[in-house]
Each structure stands twice: as structure tokens, then as C-alpha cells.
């Protein structure tokens, strides 16, 4: 709930600043059918909001965040922010028809919490720095408004109506405007209000709102990689550059391997990477007896070198009778992420005469992929018969060998 202290009252030597995330866009451009708007599209394993939200609460000079969604994206709005756990973000507040409604509904919002500066900003631009938010920030010590945008660096072409060129338009002094925005709050509430009053609508831009109510607003560089997503092609770019830099903050390699085999016994079938299988026979086992699976849990568990499967699943413990392997999994991978890693692949090889891996091998390798939060070509899954030799051979059991690398980040 909002404070009923204002932010004027507090003993702070610095101004306070709120931020209106405006989420209440229905764009479709980079929604697949039937998917949801796009600030609430999954980006390398996290909501667009989520991630622009994470942005603003890691700058300390952030007080309040409200984001400005559509009505029926409540709860959408929720489960995106369901990890998030800070005072600072204020429970949503349903927009308008437009964007200037929207942020009009904010501002009203934010009238208890009468924060100095207000920064307003598209909740599809995730990558924003904290540099670019400093500059804002610190210009608003002497400026009403002032507007984070990226300087032209391309020749521009005017056309004509039958798509001509028309003119080469000199690119000095030209820039693209982006977000955060920033204003003094009570200036750009009192401007918001006035166009309201006097039946202007539609105004696409919170600047161009200052502009029309008399303000100068200067011009800062964002940065060029503060881009909007839009488009499909957008999606695919921001999840590149995420892995690419997520593998930069891990360089600790480490590879670690797993065998496990487990004995046949007549029954209806078996489960390999956690794929039933019906076959005549299944493999015994205190828990669900996934071969493939327990082989990959103890190969994370010696990359991180944390002991073996054994140690943290005991057989002798009854919580884990009948207990569905890809627990176990999902506990590896829990124990990777708690250190600020990943799991940058893995690798199964099942050795057996029978059953037949093949039909089953891309359900196995989407399975393992979705226990891991990775995608799909980074799960290898094969299998090998031997050739009639050995234990495996005379279909007693059924073998696995699994290879996983981890990547951590450096310590100490």
C-alpha cells in the first residue's frame, strides 16, 4: 500500500523518484496467435515486465514503480511479477484508452506518494541501464523534462507518396526518442491534467505533452541497446544477447558425468528421461527407476561437486518411494541457479537391446529441457545397444551414461 509519508517528509538528501512502467498496450506485432501481449512474453526464461521491473529496483535511486496495465491483464500482471518481492513496487493501476490516458491514471495514482521526479517508461524496453537512468535523474536537478532517446546515426530519406526519394534529410540534431522519460512530477501531472481538461487526446508522447504545455525538454542519450521490443526479430535479438551475456557472467566451466544402471523385472514398462515406455519388462528401483535421469542428476551434481545423487535422494528415505526422478533433476538444477549459474547442456546415452529409444527420443529430449529451463539443442539423448554382450546384453538391465556442463560465475 502506499505510504502516507511523503517522500518530501523523508530525511533523504537526494530527490525521490517514482516510475510508471506503462504495460497496457495490446500490440501484436511480436505476439505469436493466441500468445500473450508482448510484456508479458517469456524472454529467456522471464516475463518482459519481470525483467523491466528488475531493471528500475536495481537502481537505488528508484522509490516507487507502478506499472499501468490493461484490464484484463491482471492476472497476467501477476504471475509475470509473482518472484518479485519489494515495497517499492506498487500495485497496479488499470490504463486508459491511449497512452496519454494511461499515464494520466498513473500520475493520479502517484499523487499520494508526491514524488519529486516521475520517470515514465515503455514496459517493452527491458534492456535499459543504469547509466541512462542516472542521466536522467541528474538532469532533472535543472531541467522540467527531459527525454532518453538514441542520436541519428544514418542518413535519412523522406519520400514521397509513391515511395520515391524526395530528400536527403541532414541527420544533425536528429535523434530517436525512447524511454525513460522524466519530469518533474508536479509539472508533468499539471500538463497531463490540462490537455485532459481541455479534450486533447492521443498524444503518443509524454514529452510532446511537456512541449505543449510550454516546457523545454532536453535530450539524453539512452543508449542504442535500450531498444523496444516490437517485433518477432526483436524477441529473437534480446534472447541472444541475454545468453550471450549471461555465458560472459559464468566463465567457470565445469563438466561433470554420471553412470547409473538399473536391474530388469517383468512388468508393463519403463520410464527414461522421464518418458513412460511400454515394454515387457520395467526397472526396479526405489523411486520411478529413471535410469537416464539419475545418471544426469549425479552428472550436475559432480560438475558442481556436491556429493552424488545418493546423498541428497537416500534410498533408504520413504519420501522418495515411487518418487518421479525428475525431482531429483529439478533439485541439480535448483542447486546450479542458487549459485548463479546455468546448465549450458547435457548429454544421455542409454545403453540397453530394448526397448526401442528412437520414437521416444525427441519427447525424452523435450522433457529433459523443460525440467532444466533450457531449450531443446541443448539436450542430447541416444542410445546404444551392447551387442548382446554383458548384463545389458541379456536384457537384465538397462545402463546410463550422462555428461553436463555448468557454467558459474567466478568466486572470490
Request: a negative charge.
Amino acid at each position: 500500500m502506499p505510504s502516507s509519508v511523503t517522500p518530501r517528509d523523508r530525511p533523504s538528501a537526494r530527490p525521490t523518484v517514482a516510475v510508471i512502467l506503462v504495460a497496457a498496450g495490446r500490440g501484436s506485432r511480436a505476439a505469436s496467435a493466441g500468445g500473450p501481449p508482448k510484456q508479458y512474453r517469456q524472454l529467456h526464461g522471464k516475463p518482459v515486465i519481470a525483467r523491466t521491473i528488475s531493471a528500475f529496483l536495481d537502481h537505488q535511486g528508484i522509490d516507487r514503480i507502478l506499472a499501468v496495465i490493461h484490464p484484463d491483464d491482471l492476472e497476467l500482471y501477476n504471475a509475470a511479477v509473482a518472484g518479485i518481492d519489494d515495497p517499492r513496487l506498487l500495485p497496479p493501476v488499470p490504463g486508459g484508452a491511449d497512452r496519454q490516458a494511461s499515464c494520466l491514471a498513473g500520475l493520479a495514482v502517484l499523487d499520494t506518494e508526491a514524488p519529486d521526479y516521475v520517470l515514465i517508461h515503455d514496459a517493452v524496453r527491458p534492456f535499459i541501464r543504469s547509466d541512462a537512468i542516472n542521466r536522467v535523474i541528474d538532469a532533472l536537478a535543472h531541467e522540467v523534462a527531459v527525454l532518453c532517446g538514441v542520436p541519428v546515426i544514418d542518413t535519412v530519406k523522406r519520400a514521397d507518396a509513391e515511395g520515391y526519394v524526395e530528400e536527403t534529410v541532414p541527420r544533425e540534431g536528429l535523434w530517436r526518442a525512447a524511454t525513460p522519460q522524466g519530469f518533474r512530477y508536479a509539472e508533468i501531472a499539471a500538463a497531463h491534467r490540462a490537455l485532459a481538461a481541455r479534450g486533447i487526446s492521443g498524444v503518443t508522447d509524454d514529452a510532446a505533452v511537456a512541449e505543449l504545455a510550454g516546457h523545454r525538454v532536453l535530450l539524453v542519450d539512452g543508449g542504442a541497446d535500450n531498444i523496444k521490443l516490437t517485433t518477432a526479430e526483436d524477441f529473437h535479438m534480446a534472447e541472444q544477447r541475454i545468453a550471450a551475456e549471461a555465458f560472459l557472467a559464468c566463465p567457470d566451466v565445469r563438466v561433470g558425468t554420471g553412470y547409473d544402471v538399473h536391474v530388469l523385472e517383468p512388468g508393463d514398462g519403463v520410464t527414461l528421461c522421464g518418458v513412460f515406455i511400454p515394454h515387457n519388462q520395467r526397472l526396479k528401483g526405489h523411486s520411478d527407476a529413471d535410469v537416464a535421469l539419475h545418471a544426469l542428476t549425479d552428472a550436475i551434481l559432480g560438475a558442481l561437486g556436491d556429493g552424488d545423487i545418493g546423498k541428497h535422494f537416500p534410498p533408504s528415505d520413504e519420501r522418495w518411494r515411487d518418487a518421479a526422478s525428475m525431482l531429483f533433476l529439478k533439485d541439480a538444477v535448483r542447486r546450479i541457479t542458487e549459485r548463479g549459474g546455468f546448465l549450458a547442456h547435457c548429454d544421455v546415452t542409454l545403453i540397453a537391446e530394448a526397448p526401442k529409444v528412437g520414437p521416444h527420443r525427441e519427447a525424452m529430449r523435450a522433457a529433459i529441457a523443460e525440467t532444466c529451463g533450457i531449450s531443446i539443442d541443448r539436450v542430447g539423448v541416444k542410445a546404444t545397444t551392447n551387442e548382446g554382450l554383458g548384463f545389458a546384453g541379456r536384457r537384465e538391465g538397462i545402463a546410463a551414461i550422462a555428461t553436463a556442463t555448468v557454467r558459474l560465475p567466478l568466486v572470490g
